[in-house]
């Protein structure tokens, strides 16, 4: 897509944006990057909502537990 630079800036179509609030700007070089500022990367979430289970070794071989049936 291409968007005219007007004295006000550039309009992004709105339905680019459905579901983000806020967007972090800035300039990386030869390019202008967008991105949500508003959303919660989920890596950060791993281990806020523990569980109790019967192994000891669940941290060590979690891999295990979480492909066996």
């Given at each position: 897509?291409?968007?005219?630079v007007?004295?006000?800036?550039?309009?992004?179509?709105?339905?680019?944006?459905?579901?983000?609030n806020v967007?972090?700007?800035?300039?990386?070089?030869?390019?202008?990057?967008?991105?949500?500022?508003?959303?919660?990367?989920p890596?950060?979430?791993?281990?806020?909502?523990?569980?109790?289970?019967?192994?000891?070794?669940?941290?060590?071989?979690?891999?295990h537990?979480?492909?066996?049936q």
């Amino acid at each position: 897509m291409r968007a005219k630079v007007t004295k006000q800036g550039v309009l992004i179509p709105k339905q680019w944006l459905e579901g983000i609030n806020v967007v972090e700007i800035r300039q990386e070089r030869t390019r202008i990057v967008i991105e949500p500022a508003d959303m919660v990367d989920p890596i950060l979430q791993l281990g806020t909502e523990p569980i109790v289970a019967d192994v000891d070794d669940a941290s060590i071989h979690h891999d295990h537990y979480l492909t066996s049936q």
